[in-house]
């Protein structure tokens, strides 16, 4: 599955994929109740629900102080990096 199809039905802040590791992230200012582990099972039950087979790699929270205009991967963001089979 290509990045322009999975961006169809998961809408996160970036969606990348390097050497067959697929990459989900979201930036956030405020959790609002929100956490690594939740963004890992939306992302989970979003791909079966389309009978997506993957290899759950790693999922975390990375915090940063704000920095206006950076890029998302060195902003505060949860992500999920997965194998698409």
Known sequence: MI??????IIYVSSISNY?????????????NNMNAE?????????????????ELVDYY??????KGGAPISKQSHWCVKLKIL
């Open 3 to 8: 990045i322009s199809e999975l961006k169809k």
């Open 19 to 31: 050497k067959g590791i697929t990459t989900f992230r979201q930036s956030y200012f405020y959790t």
């Open 38 to 54: 939740k963004f890992k099972n939306e992302i989970v039950n979003k791909l079966m629900e389309h009978n997506i087979k993957f």
């Open 61 to 66: 929270d990375y915090w940063a102080p704000f």
